[in-house]
């Protein structure tokens, strides 16, 4: 498996938010990929770094804390009126505890 540099993630990240055209676009695409960066930076921070630290200590409770902000940024685009964005946020939060519960508790 390759490894992921730093610095590839970050331009990837900066490259995401740079792009003012895609943030303003009211499409639900737009709002799984907006609703996919938190959860996917979570769970190479988790699974990767913190492994043997974090995780087998707390499970999924790591996964939950990124829900709850994927939700913050939700409620952003909700106050902006992008309903169809909110819709693809909300459609991957819910996949992802979804996944979380099945895969960390089960």
């Known amino acids: 498996m390759k490894k992921i540099r730093h610095a590839e993630l970050v ?60 939700l913050g940024v939700l409620r952003y685009f909700a106050g902006k009126h992008q309903e169809k964005t909110v819709q693809g946020i909300m459609l991957v939060t819910f996949v992802f505890l979804i996944v979380v519960y099945f895969f960390r508790y089960k």
């Open 11 to 70: 331009s990837a990240l900066r490259l995401i938010v740079s792009n003012k055209q895609m943030l303003n676009k009211n499409t639900i695409p737009n709002g799984i990929i907006m609703g996919l960066i938190l959860p996917v930076i979570a769970a190479l921070i988790f699974e990767v770094v913190m492994h043997p630290i974090w995780i087998t200590a707390n499970r999924g409770l790591p996964y939950f804390i990124v829900a709850a902000l994927n």
